[in-house]
């Protein structure tokens, strides 16, 4: 029986099992760590992707310039260029301002209500899944809620819309 506290048994497979699938510890150690270079260096590539992206719709006049006041950095360049393209699957073109708002998280009231609570602001049926599956169809998701940060949390959902199970994942 092996301790589940200890971070050497968390941070790689037994030995035995590692032996016969790698031939060694030492070459499952290389083969993580070129996993990991290749894995981040795809990241690197997509961010760039997603920033000339992001350039040839300002100077194509698709997105306005007005939408990137303010931005401290690429990843916020990145975020509020993804917030604005869901935002844009619910709201049309009458409702410019209210789109920017929703990804510039303009005032504390938008902060304070999510992206799902600023888009339930005009269309109060709009559902969590609905958001959702527009930031996937638009490849996006990730951009807004980062695989390492409790989406759910950042949604601001209702907790008694929650069933007790996803209530774990937000405490």
Known sequence: FRDPGRLGDLASPP?????RRFGSFRQ???????EYQAKKELAINERGRKLRL????LAS????????DEVNSDE???RRYAIYTVASEFLDDSMLS????????ADWRLRDSGLLGALQRHFASIAVGEVQAAALYNGV??????PDI???KLLKIPEKVLAPRQLEFIA
Request: proline share 7%.
């Open 76 to 78: 916020d360049k990145i």
């Open 15 to 19: 030995l035995t099992t590692t032996a």
């Open 141 to 146: 998701f990730d951009d807004i809620w980062p």
């Open 150 to 152: 409790n989406h759910l």
């Open 54 to 57: 992001i350039e040839e719709q």
């Open 28 to 34: 499952y150690q290389a083969d993580v760590a070129d």
């Open 61 to 68: 006049g698709s997105l306005p310039p007005e939408l990137f």
């Open 98 to 105: 209210d789109r920017l708002a929703i990804a510039k998280m």
